[in-house]
């Protein structure tokens, strides 16, 4: 088993920054990667930034080039620099961790952290 562990959120006003980090502990074998979703009230879930185990990162257009993925594998955490916050990046921010074993894919999640852009 996996276990993720967000912290970083909060209420922050537009233009302002936050870091996210979320660290992985429990079982792994083999981490495809490492990846930060969002949900807003009544949208549904979507990706954000994307950290693979090969150190090649992905971002949602809405982001890109505000927001920063990175890894620290000897700490196994991921992080999420949010610069130039907008009301619109308002939304529970997820971490996600996929891995495969014999085969098999899992992914976990965890509980989610707030973030609120807001004057």
Not at 38 to 58: C, D, F, I, M, W
């Amino acid at each position: 088993q996996v276990q993720l562990v967000e912290s970083g959120g909060g209420l922050v006003q537009p233009g302002g920054s936050l870091r996210l980090s979320c660290a992985a502990s429990g079982i792994f074998y083999s981490i495809n990667a490492m990846s930060w979703y969002r949900q807003a009230p009544g949208k549904q879930r979507e990706l954000v930034a994307g950290l693979t185990s090969g150190g090649n990162t992905n971002y949602a257009d809405s982001v890109k080039g505000r927001f920063t993925i990175s890894g620290d594998n000897g700490k196994n955490t991921v992080y999420l620099q949010m610069n130039s916050l907008k009301p619109e990046d308002t939304a529970v921010y997820y971490c996600n961790l996929a891995q495969t074993r014999l085969g098999d894919k899992y992914v976990y999640w965890g509980q989610g952290t707030q973030v609120t852009v807001s004057s």
